[in-house]
Every structure is written in structure tokens, then in C-alpha cells.
């Protein structure tokens, strides 16, 4: 049975326009396929949300300079990735829609790795082990456990794992009227100065810093527990995660990372953990 020309015609435009639809498909199924690994690789800079205040993780010498822990072992880890870094300052309080937004490709500054944050990233191996205090500018504060804490003006970070740790507390609802929240450490440390706090609940490896630094702060002889630090990626995208892990790893077994704790604290606090 012969084929008009027209049908002929008909039936090869259809089957291209079928086949560039597929194409087109593919195509985007690429795209949408194209992990955070590709993309930080593909524009060669990974870039690092943190604050700015932090110290000695991530913080700005007197030469508004940005150095710290933190700020050396990413350069460190970066090179292993084969990418460049660039720090960006952000509101800690908005770190999660920063990260979600594409605004930054991971958080990386002392944050320490909560339930809450494994249910909204993907956090890297544990880098740092830490603890949450109970401090004063004062020696010999009295407070020898959680009952104590109604007895003090507290403050603490806002959006900071201390803050975490204190609303679990079994006896939270006895002291939270007297927590009041800073966006920096510095900030409640001021304002402790100043009498409108009588303790702190701070992270120990900012506290022993800053004792050495500035503020000789004494620590209680109650604390919320141990804490370690990771850096938080996209949740969807396990990809980045594991790069990052390996050139982590590649940064410990060289003796890099060590000598870098050592420099901040005279000590290497290293550590290379699953999670808790």
C-alpha cells in the first residue's frame, strides 16, 4: 500500500518531535540530576556561610582579617577538594534557609551536630569534640546542677546548640523566664559586664579562647554535656557530604588538621566521628 507524500511528511515531523520531546527529557533529567558535588566543582568555589564572631573557630583579628580554626582547616579541606573557599558572614539564626536558598553550599563555624540539624542537612563526620558550659565572669558560681539555674539571669546564642541543649533539660520550664537570647557571645558577654546576666551557657572552646584572650571566664561545676562539631551541607544531596568526608579525612592522616588545633589551642582537639 503506497504512503501519500503528505502522510510521509506528517509521520517524519511526528517522529522527530517525538524524539527531540525525549531528548529534551533527557536533558532535563540531567539537570535535575546534577548533584551539589557538579555544581560546587563546576564554578571551582565553595562557599562557606559562618559568624563572623566566633572565636577562635571563625572570627575577625584587628585587621578585620578573617582567621580561626575553622577558617584554616577549610582552606585545607578545600585544597584536598581541588576548589577554592570564600567565607560569606550570615545570620546564624537563618543559617538553614541561607543553605536552602543556594546563598552559601554549606555552614561551616562551631556549629555542632544536633538531631535537630541531621533532620534538616547533611552533616558531615564529627571534626571537633566540645562541651556546653555554665559560666561567669565570677568565680565560684553556685550552680552545682540544673536545679541551681533558676537562681541566675542566663544568657545564651540564639540559634546555637547551647540553646538546644537548654530547652531539652528536664527542668527547663523551672528557669527558661530567665534566658535572654544575643545574636553573638560577644554581645551576652557585654551585657554580663554590665549585670543584665550573671552566667552564660557557652560553647568551651570559644569560652577557653576568649578566657586566654579577653574575658577570664569560670566555668560552674554544672554543664549541659558533651558536643561535637560539624559542617552542615543540603540535605538532598549526599554527594558533596562524602567528597567533603574524604578530603577531611586526606586533611587528618597528613597531620595538617592537628597542627591547626594545636595553633588555636595548644592541643589537638581532632577528632573523625560518626555520629553519636
Known amino acids: 500500500m503506497k504512503m501519500s507524500k503528505r502522510v510521509f511528511t506528517v509521520a517524519i515531523v511526528g517522529i522527530m518531535t517525538i524524539m527531540m520531546a525525549a531528548l ?51 582552606n585545607a579541606v578545600a585544597k584536598e577538594l581541588g576548589v577554592k573557599v570564600k567565607f560569606q ?50 568565680k565560684n558560681v553556685n550552680v552545682k546542677s540544673d536545679a541551681d539555674l533558676k537562681n541566675y539571669k542566663m544568657g545564651t546564642q540564639a540559634g546555637s546548640a547551647a540553646l538546644e541543649a537548654i530547652k531539652k533539660n528536664k527542668k527547663y520550664d523551672e528557669f527558661k523566664g530567665n534566658i535572654k537570647e544575643y545574636d553573638t557571645y560577644d554581645r551576652a558577654i557585654m551585657d554580663m559586664k554590665a549585670g543584665r546576666n550573671e552566667v552564660l551557657a557557652i560553647d568551651e572552646v570559644f569560652a577557653i579562647y576568649n578566657s586566654a584572650k579577653k574575658e577570664k571566664l569560670y566555668a560552674s561545676d554544672f554543664n549541659f554535656g558533651a558536643d561535637y562539631y560539624a559542617v552542615g551541607f543540603r540535605k538532598d544531596d549526599k554527594k558533596l557530604t562524602e567528597a567533603f568526608n574524604k578530603a577531611l579525612k586526606a586533611t587528618i592522616d597528613s597531620g595538617k588538621a592537628a597542627k591547626i588545633s594545636k595553633k588555636w589551642f595548644g592541643k589537638n582537639l581532632i577528632v573523625f566521628e560518626d555520629k553519636k
Open 24 to 74: 529534551a527529557g533527557c536533558g532535563n533529567k540531567e539537570k535535575q540530576e546534577k548533584s551539589d558535588l557538579d555544581y560546587v566543582k563546576d564554578k571551582g568555589t565553595l562557599i562557606i556561610g559562618l559568624d563572623d564572631t566566633f572565636a577562635p573557630m571563625g572570627f575577625r583579628d584587628k585587621k578585620d582579617k578573617l582567621v580561626g580554626l575553622d577558617i584554616d582547616l577549610a
Open 89 to 138: 558572614p550570615i545570620d546564624w539564626e537563618a543559617k538553614e534557609a541561607e543553605l536552602k536558598s543556594k546563598k552559601i553550599d554549606c555552614i561551616w563555624n562551631g556549629m555542632s551536630a544536633t538531631p535537630e540539624r541531621e533532620k534538616s542537612m547533611s552533616l558531615s563526620k564529627r571534626y571537633l569534640k566540645n562541651r556546653i558550659l555554665v559560666m561567669s565572669l565570677k
